[in-house]
């Protein structure tokens, strides 16, 4: 690994554990994740830490809280507060590359090709194709795969979150008629990713691959 790759790595890791910290700091954020966890397995579908994919559905569920969630005192998300809260010296490079993360890509991708040991992958969305340095992670993706992830740009290296919703190829042309339906609609994409937390839920438990049988068509 390169010195640069080892910087943005660890101060992505710094993102997240000062984020724990913060939760962890004061009483009213910790009511929140309480609150906002019930919300959040209420809707999507509750699993056990015995589940196969219990951690990959912790690891979105606490991105969604840091980044989705709004407060209850102040409406505005974790994330936010926790930026306001850090003083003025502790806003160095660190400090800026955690501000930009407000405006990070959170989107469907499919999966394109590995290229010189790399990863192509494409917002679904959008079109617009990304390069990332996670190749073991997507280890096992066809070209058929689409899963929900979040990407973060830090110091101009893109890096995938610590999480990875892939649904079933069957169920493609639900979702691409899903997100036709929002782009016209103007619908707000988060609550459809929500949607399909559920419907991943489902189709992890019963193994019904068709989407608009489950309910994922818009």
């Known amino acids: 690994m390169n010195e640069n790759k080892r910087y943005n790595t660890n101060e992505f890791e710094y993102m997240f554990e000062s984020l724990n910290t913060y939760i962890n700091s004061r009483e009213d954020n910790k009511r929140e994740l309480i609150k906002a966890k019930q919300d959040y ?15 990959n559905r912790m690891n979105a569920f606490l991105l969604w809280f840091m980044f989705d969630w709004k407060l209850s005192s102040t409406k505005q998300s974790l994330f ?12 160095d490079n660190i400090y800026k590359s955690m501000s930009v993360q407000k405006d990070h890509l959170h989107t469907l991708f499919s999966f394109i090709k590995f290229k010189n040991d790399k990863v192509v992958i494409k917002d679904i ?14 280890f096992g993706l066809s070209k058929k795969s689409i899963f929900e992830s979040r990407l973060f ?66």
């Open 41 to 55: 397995f209420d809707t999507t579908g509750k699993i056990n830490d015995k589940d196969t994919d219990y951690s």
């Open 153 to 218: 740009n830090i110091n101009n290296i893109q890096y995938l979150s610590n999480y990875l919703i892939v649904h079933p190829y069957e169920t493609k042309k639900d979702i691409l008629k899903a997100i036709n339906n929002i782009r016209k609609k103007e619908l707000n994409r988060k609550d459809f990713f929500i949607k399909l937390h559920s419907f991943h839920t489902k189709w992890k438990r019963y193994r019904k691959p068709n989407g608009s049988a489950i309910g994922i068509s818009i």
């Open 80 to 91: 936010d507060g926790y930026l306001e809260s850090l003083k003025i010296e502790d806003k």
């Open 125 to 138: 969305f959008s079109s617009v194709k990304y390069t990332i340095d996670d190749t073991n992670y997507l």
